[in-house]
C-alpha cells in the first residue's frame, strides 16, 4: 500500500512568487490536513478538507489557501511568498471513519530567498 | 485555548536506560492523544494513541504512555533505548472526532550516547 505522497520534496522560492505543493493521500483515505513546520512556530495546522470541502483551517492568513480533488489529492497553495513562509510543508490523510492513524508524508520543503 | 507542553527540549539518556518524555496537555473537551517521532528529513510516525479506556497504552518500537487525566499528562515511557531511537519526538492532542487539526507540542530531541 502506497504512502502518503509529497511533491515536490524541496523547492525554492522568491518573495513574491507564489507555490503550489501536492499531496497524494493514501488511496481511500478522503481526509487530508496540511500542517507547516518551522524551528520557531513548530507544527502548526493550516487546514483540513474532507471530500473536497474545508471542514477545518488553522490561524493563517489568506494568502495560504487549498484544495482537495474528487479523487483527494490535495494541493495548498501560497500567494506572496514571505521569508517567514520558508518551512517544511507535511501532508497527512486519514480515514475518519476508522480509529486508525492519520499517516505523514515526507513533507515538501519550501525556502522563499 | 488548546495548548501542549512538552517541557524537555533535548533529553540525552545513555543507551540501554530507560526513558521518560513528558508532556502535558490542556483542551477543552475529551482530547485523543499522540505521540509522533519524526527523524531528521522525515515526515512524522505515530508511536502511539491514546483515545479512551486503559490509560496505558502500549505503541510500536516498545513505547507505551500513560494518560493521567487528573495531572493532564501523557507521558512516553521506554524501559530500554536504543541508538536507532535518537530523534525528534511530538505530543499532539486532537479532538475526540479523529486525526484532524491536530495540535502539537514543541518537541523533544533525544539523544543516545554510546
Known amino acids: 500500500k502506497a504512502g502518503v505522497t509529497q511533491t515536490p520534496r524541496y523547492l525554492i522560492k522568491t518573495r513574491g512568487q507564489q507555490v503550489t505543493l501536492s499531496c497524494s493521500p493514501i488511496?481511500?483515505?478522503?481526509?487530508v490536513s496540511w500542517y507547516q513546520q518551522t524551528p520557531g512556530q513548530g507544527l502548526q495546522f493550516l487546514f483540513e478538507y474532507f471530500s473536497e470541502t474545508q471542514r477545518n483551517k488553522g490561524n493563517f492568513p489568506g494568502r495560504f489557501s487549498g484544495r482537495q480533488f474528487s479523487n483527494s489529492r490535495s494541493e495548498m497553495n501560497v500567494s506572496t511568498l514571505e521569508l517567514g513562509d520558508s518551512a517544511l510543508y507535511l501532508c497527512?490523510?486519514?480515514?475518519?471513519?476508522?480509529?486508525?492513524?492519520?499517516?505523514f508524508g515526507q513533507g515538501t520543503r519550501l525556502t522563499v530567498v | 485555548a488548546q495548548s501542549v507542553t512538552q517541557p524537555d527540549i533535548h533529553i540525552t539518556v545513555s543507551e540501554g536506560a530507560s526513558l521518560e518524555l513528558r508532556c502535558n496537555y490542556s483542551?477543552?473537551?475529551?482530547?485523543?492523544l499522540f505521540w509522533y517521532v519524526q527523524s531528521p528529513g522525515q515526515g512524522l510516525q505515530l508511536l502511539l494513541k491514546y483515545f479512551s479506556g486503559d490509560t496505558l497504552v502500549q505503541g510500536i518500537k516498545g513505547f507505551e504512555a500513560e494518560f493521567k487525566r487528573s495531572q493532564s499528562s501523557f507521558n512516553l515511557r521506554k524501559p530500554s533505548v536504543h541508538w536507532s531511537d535518537a530523534a525528534e519526538y511530538f505530543c499532539?492532542?486532537?479532538?475526540?472526532?479523529?486525526?484532524?487539526?491536530?495540535?502539537f507540542g514543541t518537541g523533544t530531541r533525544l539523544l543516545v550516547s554510546p
Open positions: 483542551y477543552g473537551a475529551t482530547p485523543y
Open positions: 497527512a490523510s486519514s480515514d475518519p471513519s476508522k480509529d486508525t492513524e492519520a499517516f
Open positions: 499532539a492532542v486532537g479532538p475526540n472526532t479523529g486525526f484532524q487539526k491536530l495540535v
Open positions: 488511496s481511500g483515505h478522503r481526509s
